[in-house]
């Protein structure tokens, strides 16, 4: 079986939790014996040398409603339904707080029509132009032989906000657990908070920085700043404190030894699908502050510590509740069995076949 990613034409100028999971994926799909070839939107896809596409982001309909068209072949949709929350709700003043009261999907044609003008990508095809973001979306959900959504809740969203006319198969998010190896010999230090990720302003990284600024914590944001967030990375910078520390992206081996000694982690995000980072430093025996907003839920059930991503005191409690406690080895046991890029890849063909052979798909089951 030979399978060509389409994605975003930036995955790797601006890489995301959606670069780790196109590459993870595409790893262990090969390991599998599936042949993948990762490919941009923008470029030119010879459709004849594969069996299937494999789009990424349903926010970007425009593409896919594209090359789906053109390749008639089957296609199936990662569709990574990731959204803002109430970020410009709570963030945003004077021009740019107009778009508070845009609708979602406004705000990604908005965006598509941007992408275009700054020649950042092609113009989005006539009918998608007329047709808009919406409508534009049920279309690719509806004709796609299968969706793979990260998760129930994501799912469950997707067809409450769009359509239930879709053959679905729960695809979850993961990590390689020999990447991340543990030494029980080392002592967490429980002061020690990281936020491992872009620094953007979905992330909340801002409120996060407010909510700790001159504690007892010593907080490390690692990750490089979004290219289009600058305004926003200064911001952070100006409001931190001197118990904050900023590092940009750093090598896996570095890394390690942040998560080795982090006694907490936190994603006090605006919205997450899953938290790729939160995943890896639970295996490295974090306790997990985590966004409420979005599907972390089915992720880190009752073994997360939640906060509410607009309030400050919220995430400091969370923080706080988190450095105090044990580590729950339920949490561990349950990323090591369920999380994983390995079980991702399994799930992710077992879609494959069931798109070429055109089966009727099996009910719905969590992962």
């Not at 010593?218 to 990750?223: D, E, Y």
């Amino acid at each position: 079986m030979k399978v060509a990613f389409v994605v975003r034409p930036n995955l790797y100028e601006i890489a995301g939790g959606d670069t780790v999971q196109i590459d993870q994926t595409a790893k262990q799909l090969i390991a599998l014996g599936v042949e993948v070839d990762i490919l941009t939107s923008n470029d030119v896809v010879p459709y004849e040398r594969y069996d299937l596409l494999n789009f990424f982001h349903i926010t970007r309909p425009s593409a896919i409603l594209y090359h789906s068209k053109a390749a008639k072949i089957p296609f199936v949709i990662s569709t990574i339904h990731c959204l803002y929350g109430n970020y410009y709700k709570y963030n945003e003043k004077g021009i740019a707080s107009v778009f508070a009261n845009f609708s979602e999907d406004t705000k990604d044609y908005l965006r598509t029509l941007s992408r275009w003008l700054l020649r950042k990508e092609p113009l989005p095809i006539g009918k998608y132009l007329f047709k808009g973001q919406r409508k534009s979306i049920i279309e690719a959900l509806e004709t796609a032989n299968i969706i793979l959504p990260n998760s129930l809740s994501e799912l469950n969203r997707l067809k409450e906000l769009y359509t239930s006319n879709v053959k679905d198969l729960v695809v979850t998010n993961g990590i390689n657990p020999e990447k991340f190896p543990f030494d029980v010999t080392i002592k967490k230090d429980d002061d020690l908070v990281i936020c491992v990720g872009r620094i953007e302003k979905r992330k909340n990284q801002l409120n996060l920085i407010k909510a700790l600024n001159n504690s007892r914590y010593k907080l490390v944001l690692i990750g490089a700043a979004s290219p289009n967030q600058i305004k926003y990375y200064q911001q952070c910078r100006e409001a931190a404190g001197p118990n904050v520390t900023f590092l940009d992206r750093i090598p896996h081996d570095e890394l390690l030894k942040y998560y080795q000694l982090a006694k907490v982690h936190v994603l006090a995000s605006w919205f997450e699908t899953t938290g790729l980072s939160s995943l890896e430093a639970a295996i490295m025996r974090c306790n997990i502050v985590i966004t409420d907003k979005g599907d972390t839920r089915d992720y880190f059930g009752d073994d997360a510590f939640y906060c509410d991503p607009a309030n400050t005191d919220s995430i400091k409690a969370a923080v706080e509740q988190a450095s105090e406690a044990m580590f729950n080895e339920a949490l561990l046991t349950r990323i090591l069995t369920l999380h994983t890029w390995r079980k991702a890849a399994e799930q992710t063909l077992e879609a494959y076949q069931i798109a070429i052979n055109n089966n009727i798909l099996r009910p719905t089951q969590i992962v």
